[in-house]
């Protein structure tokens, strides 16, 4: 019962969602206890970086509101996606 909540991320695997314009997909889940001890799943989406296209996988919460945009070779935090490239 305790692993309810992992048990049903692990069900939707291979899950996609669109966040900015990029493609995450869900290809795992870990249990996680919050603060309140509540026990919930951290999932893993697979992505690949727009900067340099290498796929990596990047962690959220069980409701997603941001998500890593760039591998760690790549991260630039603040700058947005696309910034200072030539359209
Ligand atoms: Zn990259």
């Given at each position: 019962?305790t692993?309810a ?9 291979g ?36 900067d340099?296209?290498?796929?990596f ?6 409701t ?24």
């Amino acid at each position: 019962m305790t692993q309810a909540p992992v048990a049903r991320a692990e069900g939707q695997i291979g899950f996609e969602i669109t966040f900015g314009g990029q493609v995450y997909r869900l290809v795992g889940a870990d249990p996680h206890t919050r603060k309140d001890g509540r026990l919930t799943a951290l999932l893993r989406w697979s992505t690949f970086c727009p900067d340099c296209g290498v796929e990596f996988v990047t962690r959220s919460s069980s409701t997603p509101k941001s998500l890593n945009r760039r591998c760690d070779g790549c991260k630039r935090p603040g700058v947005p996606v696309g910034a200072g490239r030539p359209s």
